[in-house]
């Protein structure tokens, strides 16, 4: 039988159908550093995440409405997911009020408010399809009553933020509710509950776990996917945040999992780093000599997507040591194509 929210493995946005799993490539300033968004879609992805903060500080609201909104402005006709920035503004030492929280551009240095109500308008005037509400996310460190404090807080943006979409008016994205509660299992429970409770009533149209992978050992990461996991509806879309590590991502699809995203596969690309479907590589130190010659003839488009190329891993070896440009381009794109095949490997079995 059929959900009403979600179809076998597949998710529906407007007039678009996003496979699941999927992972979203990271263009927090509105592009994916390194890679067009043309590669992007040959590749094969079909939703981008956006970072409301960023694209709020530059270049702003007003150039993106004037550009006729988000889609436009950046040349992506796929589906785009924007997160609050919630995560961003908390590392800048904000103060937090009842309403929001208060905290200083990292450009700057202005003073700027953001609200759950802020963040909603924000949503509307970029035009995105998922919308991620303000939440508080401490670090993997921080004490259980900061982090009871923070699902607290998150509830009850969240709640405003419900009430932001009800009243208003017009095409409006979906929106995602955040289970928080760190490393501790009431906390996870109460939260992933309280969220649940929500979606069944059909006030939100997917969930979100977040403040994982921030800072906790990798053993507790494994133990929030396997708990919250168990307390969440089975129906539901269920997205797991900022968690990008394949090994990761394997793990959390068992637990049912869906929605990926991580600047991993481009920043180390940026970097030489580049996956094969086996391992990773260092192309940048002579010392992987070894490792290479196992690869050094063989070309790059080791996926089944639409991106292919010539060129082979003697070559990127070479452009990489030369710190060529060319190189760091193609290692980010042969990574995303990696993650993208893993994704529909992991189709298959879900």
């Known amino acids: 039988m059929k959900s009403k929210k979600i179809e076998k493995n597949c998710l529906r946005i407007v007039n678009k159908k996003i496979n699941l799993p999927c992972f979203m490539p990271c263009a927090t300033r509105g592009v994916v550093r390194a890679v067009s968004f043309d590669e992007i879609k040959k590749i094969g992805f079909q939703m981008v995440l956006v970072n409301a903060y960023h694209l709020y500080l530059t270049p702003g609201l007003k150039v993106i409405r004037a550009m006729g909104g988000l889609h436009k402005f950046m040349g992506w006709d796929g589906a785009i997911l924007c997160d609050s920035g919630g995560f961003q503004v908390f590392s800048l030492k904000p103060k937090l009020t009842s309403e929001g929280v208060k905290f200083q551009s990292h450009i700057d240095g202005s003073t700027h408010f953001f609200s759950p109500e802020k963040v909603w308008e924000i949503n509307m005037a970029l035009g995105t399809n998922i919308a991620m509400p303000l939440d508080d996310c401490p670090p993997g460190t921080a004490t259980k009553k900061r982090v009871a404090e923070s699902v607290e807080r998150t509830h009850r943006w969240l709640l405003k933020t419900i009430d932001a979409k009800d009243n208003q008016k017009g095409n409006k994205p979906k929106l995602f509710?955040?289970?928080?509660?760190?490393?501790?299992?009431?906390?996870?429970?109460?939260?992933?509950?309280?969220?649940?409770?929500?979606?069944?009533?059909?006030?939100?149209?997917?969930?979100?776990?977040?403040?994982?992978?921030?800072?906790?050992?990798?053993?507790?990461?494994?133990?929030?996917i396997c708990w919250t996991s168990r307390w969440l509806p089975q129906d539901a879309p269920k997205?797991?945040?900022?968690?990008?590590?394949?090994?990761?991502?394997?793990?959390?699809?068992?637990?049912?999992?869906?929605?990926?995203?991580?600047?991993?596969?481009?920043?180390?690309?940026?970097?030489?780093?580049?996956?094969?479907?086996?391992?990773?590589?260092?192309?940048?130190?002579?010392?992987?000599?070894?490792?290479?010659?196992?690869?050094?003839?063989?070309?790059?488009?080791?996926?089944?997507?639409?991106?292919?190329?010539?060129?082979?891993?003697?070559?990127?070896?070479?452009?990489?040591?030369?710190?060529?440009?060319?190189?760091?381009?193609?290692?980010?794109?042969?990574?995303?194509?990696i993650y993208h095949a893993l994704m529909e490997e992991l189709a298959k079995i879900t």
């Open 177 to 224: 509710g955040i289970v928080q509660g760190g490393i501790y299992p009431d906390l996870r429970k109460k939260s992933a509950d309280f969220v649940s409770e929500l979606y069944k009533k059909g006030k939100i149209d997917g969930i979100a776990v977040g403040g994982v992978a921030v800072g906790e050992q990798k053993t507790k990461i494994k133990q929030v």
């Open 239 to 337: 997205y797991l945040m900022g968690i990008g590590e394949p090994e990761d991502i394997i793990y959390a699809v068992k637990y049912g999992f869906q929605m990926f995203d991580c600047v991993l596969p481009t920043r180390l690309g940026r970097h030489g780093i580049a996956y094969t479907q086996f391992q990773s590589l260092n192309l940048k130190f002579q010392n992987n000599n070894q490792k290479l010659n196992n690869f050094q003839f063989h070309k790059l488009d080791l996926g089944k997507s639409k991106f292919k190329t010539d060129k082979k891993w003697a070559y990127l070896h070479h452009l990489i040591r030369l710190k060529e440009i060319e190189g760091l381009r193609i290692c980010s794109l042969n990574n995303l194509n």
